[in-house]
């Protein structure tokens, strides 16, 4: 199918675990990376952890990732660097069910929609996740851009990170339409939820690509522990309760 899926395509049911791979410099006019299509017929799972995308392209959308009709877990993986023509330059999900946790996306490029993650009738859990330094260059939502117009859906946000992204409008998450769930974030230029902020998380060295938090960062002890929240992070360290940092978040701290 040879329209989607530069790297590696998951296509009509097939479905598996993808795991501990480097899927780079690969194009596609869909899915410059990887692409899951209709994988989520009878509810089979695919699998996509500890793998990093980068440096991919698409001609038409989802530069690194391209989820389409598909369940897909999505976990402990960098998405940078990848570029879409169109929309979607880290992430593209129509239709996208599953999950996403403890991953990177940065440095990403679209031209007019999610220059992180686009989401159309997706319905994606999406948690622990650092979304940063993406860019739209002719439209909205720099980081995230959310749209139900086509498939009545939506996503579930936990414990997100969406900052220093660029877009002409709406540079952290653009909501066209639809009624997601987003607690617990910092979300640049902020976003209506229970715990979100709209602060500088102060990043050791986003210009260098390191996304660790500073200490005294705002978004320590900050999100939620009631929702699945991973117990380690993108580094496979232990997650726990910061005796420097005021709790702000809620749930029962390690």
Do not use: K
Request: aromatic share 8%.
């Amino acid at each position: 199918f040879n329209c989607q899926g530069g790297g590696i395509a998951s296509i009509y049911g097939s479905h598996g675990t993808i795991t501990g791979n480097t899927i780079s410099a690969n194009s596609a006019p869909q899915g410059g990376g990887v692409s899951f299509t209709g994988s989520n017929v009878g509810f089979l799972t695919s699998t996509f952890s500890h793998n990093t995308v980068s440096g991919n392209s698409a001609s038409e959308s989802g530069g690194g990732i391209y989820c389409l009709s598909a369940f897909v877990h999505i976990s402990d993986s960098v998405v940078t660097g990848n570029s879409a023509a169109w929309h979607g330059g880290g992430i593209l999900g129509y239709g996208w069910s599953g999950e996403m946790h403890n991953c990177l996306v940065a440095r990403n490029t679209s031209v007019y929609s999610g220059g992180g993650i686009t989401l159309w009738g997706s319905s994606p859990r999406i948690l622990n996740v650092t979304i940063a330094d993406n860019a739209v260059s002719l439209g909205s939502g720099g980081g995230i851009y959310i749209s139900n117009s086509s498939l009545p859906a939506n996503p579930s946000l936990y414990n997100l990170i969406v900052w220093g992204n660029a877009a002409v409008s709406f540079q952290g998450i653009h909501l066209n339409s639809g009624a997601p769930l987003v607690l617990h974030s910092d979300v640049q230029d902020g976003f209506a939820g229970l715990g979100n902020i709209n602060r500088d998380p102060s990043f050791v060295n986003a210009a260098a690509g390191d996304y660790h938090l500073n200490p005294g960062s705002p978004c320590i002890d900050a999100g939620t522990g009631d929702d699945g929240a991973p117990d380690t992070d993108l580094d496979e360290t232990e997650r726990y309760d910061d005796p420097a940092t005021a709790n702000t978040g809620s749930g029962t701290p390690n």
